[in-house]
């Protein structure tokens, strides 16, 4: 029998639908999921796949990446890569894996909602194989931290960071069951697909691999890669769904895409801005944190914008302001509260360090440096202990990260807004705004700082805190470099010393 060519069976297959008659079409399809409140079904037809493939496709592609991943990966434990490494270099993997690994079995959870719920069948049939490309992002991380698990227990973290309270991680949990769990299909997409996934995380899966092939980590760079290969196919799907949306109901498209960009941008500040800017030797960067942004996000964010007929966030300006200075704020903040951290941060504030910074950031010294200036002296005098925190930080009750850290030192104004009887606190007025146009998507979630003053964290303490974040002493951050590159300040300094 002869094998039919793709294209004489295709058409059929990807348009699998049919008119219910056991159940209501409401109830197998329910608006809440499908999102598609407002945009009549028929539009729905118009939904044309960004890419075609079929499962016999999909999986002789797939192979390939794996064979190639699966080669490369044994090819390094034999070489003793890991052990080599740079400790600073090293750090950003514990990060990542902790960070995001369990972010991409959400993705799976996601696309699985598409596959069963999105409004147009060839959505639905597209998803199932970005259900199958997440699996695989999940696994392989899993897989690549279970390998170096023996090297150090912090990689324990790929699959337990989301199971414990750790500050950082209820960040990223608490845009993870926004945007991905519960958001019905339409939102998610825009959010997910065309928000994340075509721009942040070319970030952390090309940028940031380019950095750590320079830096030697070749395995974390080479998964990273072959992760995104499958990110750039599937977050298309964004595309016709955005187009349909604009026809019916722009404004909502806008709002959605609005509220997750800022969140997401607040996220890869902290996970990004740091890796790139701090953690990676400065000899191997390629670029800054801010350039990446600029030419991997905000260039391809706006042509989208353009594209699809859609304005500029009303908080444009405000961002590109905070480019030049949000990530130091967090950098900042996360060496100080290293105790809260289940990696060892690099300070990466050395006199070579600081002089790149300088070059990529003009305001850096005035901001940051000053700071730093405080911390070093402070080092260099024995008083470690006037390095590290007592107490946690305000958290704003959106994006659940501390106030005071999206932009320089200078704009540490909290925001307010009052709903059903309580005030809840805000890291920008983009942040405020973002609650006050969904206030019941957010109110009555308590954020960590929240539940130590409600007397749910006890002892109420830094080490009750500790405790009730999971974090046990051999994985608790502390300076990645134990303090040695603060010395080249002290021989300036003999009084200090
Ligand atoms: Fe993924
Ligand atoms: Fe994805």
Redesign the pocket.
Known sequence: MRLLNRDDWYEISHDLDWTLSYVEERDAFPAEWTGSGGVPKAAWQAWEEPFRISYRDYVGVQREKEAGVAGVRDALKRAHIYEHLDPAVAAISHFHMGALCMV?QM?VTM?GHFARFAPSPRWRNISVF?ML??IR?AQLQLLFSHDLLKHDPRFDWCQKAFHTNEWGIVAIRSFCDDWLLNANCVDAALA??LTV?HGF?NMQFVALAADAMESGDIGFSNLLSSIQT??AR??QQGFPTLEILMKHDPQRAQRVIDVSFWRAFRLFQAITGTAMDYYTPVGKRKMSFKEFMLEWVVDQHERTLRDYGLERPWYWETFLKCLDHGHHALHLGMWFWRPTLFWKPNAGVSRAERQWLNGKYPDWEESWGVLWDEIIKNINTGDIAKTLPETLPALCNLTQLPIGTHWDRHHLECFESRYDGRTYHFDSDVSKWCFDLEPTRYAGHLNVVDRFVAGLIQPPNLAGALAWMGLTPEVMGDDVYDYRWAAEFNRDRPAAA
């Open positions: 991409e993705a696309l970005g490309d997440e992002h997910v697909h996934e995380t499958d990110e599937h977050a």
